[in-house]
């Protein structure tokens, strides 16, 4: 099923590794392998059914010689397209499963995966603790919402993340996640159902909320704290540079896998 939602998808190739097919199809002996490389040089890009050709040619050495394997892109196509085509495979899957669990209607509820906390912490332990608020928020077209934080931020600063921060005092864990929303994003959302909480070292206790927003996708607002926002896919957030644990706590909260 993964492999049909990425049927006829195109995929482009690095400029390095064009240029390096274009020097060995100028330095190139015989005919073997051109055809191909004048191909890849002429579109620039592939699509996943020539992906999975040219992986099947690297996987089993199926080159006549060393100058084909270059013109075929050498070491660092076989790289790329073991990669790409890993984290699509695993990115539609994801996404397929994201899908099962949230109702397509916009009028529909929500539903997250509610899972049992990852450690034991007694109350008095948790008291003492830093308590933060995540929210997870998903758009019509399910895909989520990410902020890119600011250059001087203190913590994993440039680096895409969920919206979320610091429970103040005196706060509930649901208040201190709506505030955050409206402060990061500029959007108001009353409706969530919390997914889960994780105890994650002796410091900090995590909330994190699911809910789905039904406007559209530009409203958001940033403040002087990030620099930059989107909504994505699994598969395209693979490929962002992101605070840990990032998809693990999409795909927990909305698939129902537990996490390690």
């Known amino acids: 099923m993964a492999n049909?939602?990425?049927y006829n998808k195109n995929y482009q190739i690095p400029q390095d590794i064009l240029k390096s097919i274009g020097v060995a199809k100028a330095s190139?002996?015989?005919?073997?392998?051109?055809?191909r490389a004048n191909f890849i040089l002429k579109n620039?890009?592939?699509t996943y059914q020539a992906m999975k050709r040219l992986k099947h040619d690297f996987d089993t050495n199926n080159f006549i010689d060393k100058?084909?394997?270059a013109l075929a892109g050498g070491d660092a196509m076989r790289n790329f397209i073991n990669i790409t085509l890993n984290a699509d495979r695993d990115g539609v899957e994801t996404s397929m499963?994201?899908?099962r669990d949230i109702h397509i209607n916009p009028n529909s509820e929500l539903h997250a995966f509610q899972t049992p906390r990852l450690s034991e912490v007694d109350k008095k332990e948790r008291n003492e603790l830093q308590k933060n608020v995540?929210?997870?928020i998903v758009d019509n077209d399910n895909k989520f919402l990410l902020l890119k934080r600011g250059k001087n931020t203190s913590?994993?600063?440039e680096k895409w993340a969920l919206l979320g921060g610091k429970i103040d005092k005196g706060e509930t864990p649901i208040k201190a996640v709506k505030r955050e929303i409206t402060e990061e994003a500029g959007l108001v959302i009353d409706k969530f159902i919390k997914t889960f909480t994780i105890h994650r070292n002796t410091n900090s206790v995590e909330h994190i909320f699911a809910c789905r927003y039904d406007g559209e996708p530009t409203d958001v607002e940033l403040n002087d704290e990030n620099t930059n926002y989107g909504w994505y896919n699994i598969s395209e957030i693979e490929f962002l540079d992101t605070v840990p644990n990032l998809v693990e706590y999409i795909t927990i909260a909305f698939t129902g896998e537990e996490y390690d």
């Not at 190139?28 to 055809?35: Q, T």
């Open 4 to 6: 049909q939602e990425l």
């Open 28 to 35: 190139a002996s015989n005919k073997n392998g051109i055809k």
């Open 44 to 46: 620039g890009a592939l």
């Open 67 to 69: 100058s084909q394997y």
């Open 97 to 99: 499963e994201v899908r």
């Open 134 to 136: 995540i929210a997870v």
């Open 155 to 157: 913590w994993m600063s």
